[in-house]
């Protein structure tokens, strides 16, 4: 790989949900003028939604669906990564991982060869949900201990949601981190600073995480690409993938960390129903629903998170991009999952 320069390159990682995407946007509507920035998009569901988000930055994108990238995607990381370094020849690669995705594997690969000399990875930017200190299922999931104990920069998003017991917690939290500790700010609506991806990156030694080190051992054990590796990481997939009709609706499930992630791509020249989806989404108490969908009433994101936010009108996208809809609930709400799509299809209004 031909490079003349070390290329600055940003993790911006999180648990599902946390205002990764937002981020992002923030920082591209920083970048200097005369810049050119890329992002890789790694998304755990199978059918991408935040490349389309992105759509309009005016940036080189590179979306990596189906897994995280450091498990069943790694291959299509690098091809993607490498795609990227090559063609667009950026002055800055940002790369947000799924939600669900394990930062130290990543981390590993892109401060090894060849991506050494190649590539300058500066800080690691985690966002988090305060609020999430309250709740066990994120609190103890290892995925998320790990994407915070791998930040030089913290992000407490969503701030103006906090009440007082949130910010109490998360003072509390933030003291009994071992040094040292990452920048920590507390923010809304996904504001981030642009100088703070170049903060140095902290040098942890043997205060890393204990699971971070373990995934990592685990991953070294094994030089099979198709190696299930052995941590609570694993991925399965329901569908071969072969060339969607672009008439049909397509179902596909992604499942790990005790997650499933539904995603559907629905017919070219789907017009749905306003008022039946928004009905849909304000009623979805899952942990994610993402999308972007035609209406009667014109384009309009998804973006609702563990039961807030809804719908947001939005500019057409490129017109080769199919409407799609993506949602990530615990395995265990298969039922409720099932419910929803049938709804989902229903709420079509016909084409014209």
Known sequence: MTQHRDIPLNLITGFLGVGKTTAIRHLLAQRPEGEHWAVLVNEFGEIGVDGGLLADTGVALEEIPGGCLCC?????FTVGLNRLIRSQKPDRILIEPTGLGHPAQIIRTLTEPPYAGVLDLRA??????????????????????????????LLANKADLYGEDDREALHAFVAAMPSPRPLVVETTQGRIERDWLDRPRLERGDALFPEARAFLEATTE??????????????????????????????????????????????????VDHATL????????????????????????INR?????????????????????????????TTALDALAKAFEAAHTPNT
């Open 305 to 333: 998170v563990a039961g807030h936010g809804g719908l947001e009108a939005m500019d057409p996208p490129d017109p080769l991009l199919r409407p799609r809809i993506e949602a990530i609930l615990p395995e265990s709400d």
């Open 72 to 76: 069943v995607s790694a291959q299509m």
């Open 124 to 153: 690691t930017v985690t966002l988090m949900d305060a609020r999430h200190l309250a709740s066990p299922r994120h609190r103890e999931h290892p995925t998320w201990q790990d994407q915070i104990a791998l930040a030089d920069v």
């Open 278 to 301: 928004a009905g849909l989404v304000d009623g979805f108490t899952g942990d994610r629903l993402k999308g972007l969908v035609e209406t009667d009433q014109g384009w309009q994101r």
């Open 222 to 271: 094994s030089a099979d690409p198709g190696h299930d590796h052995a941590h609570a990481h694993a991925h399965g997939h329901d569908h071969d993938h072969p060339a969607p009709a672009t008439d049909e609706w397509v179902t596909i499930d992604t499942r790990g960390d005790g997650y499933i992630g539904r995603s559907w791509l629905m017919p070219e020249g789907q017009i």
